[in-house]
């Protein structure tokens, strides 16, 4: 059973950071590409970011570029998002997303919310 998981958010300050992780179960994590969506309240869910297998030249929204990084640990088993210097619109569910043949999976979803 293929499964996503997401951990890592809470309430931060403007101009704080968070570090999300995603895990994945069931099926090589590590061989496929993985990203990031993120979706606020009566908004759409929009691409964050995107890592590939190799981790080389992650490709990121023009809204979170130079500020969030993408990365994955050695084994490829976990896809990391370093969040700096947060906004308020940055306030969201981030979900991790996988395309696995035919089928896209998400995660179930950490909320991040940026508040003073």
């Known amino acids: 059973q293929v499964q996503l998981v997401e951990s890592g958010g809470g309430l931060v300050q403007p101009g704080g950071s968070l570090r999300l992780s995603c895990v994945g179960s069931?099926?090589?994590?590590?061989?496929?590409?993985v990203s990031w969506y993120r979706q606020a309240p009566g908004r759409e869910r929009e691409f964050v970011g995107l890592i590939t297998v190799d981790g080389m030249a992650p490709r990121y929204a023009d809204s979170v570029k130079g500020r969030f990084t993408i990365s994955r640990d050695s084994s490829g088993n976990t896809v990391s998002l370093q969040m700096n210097r947060l906004k308020p619109d940055d306030t969201g569910v981030y979900y991790c997303?996988?395309?696995?043949?035919?089928?896209?999976?998400w995660g179930q979803g950490t909320q991040v919310t940026v508040s003073s």
């Open positions: 069931g099926f090589r994590f590590s061989r496929y590409d």
């Open positions: 997303r996988v395309v696995y043949g035919v089928m896209t999976y």
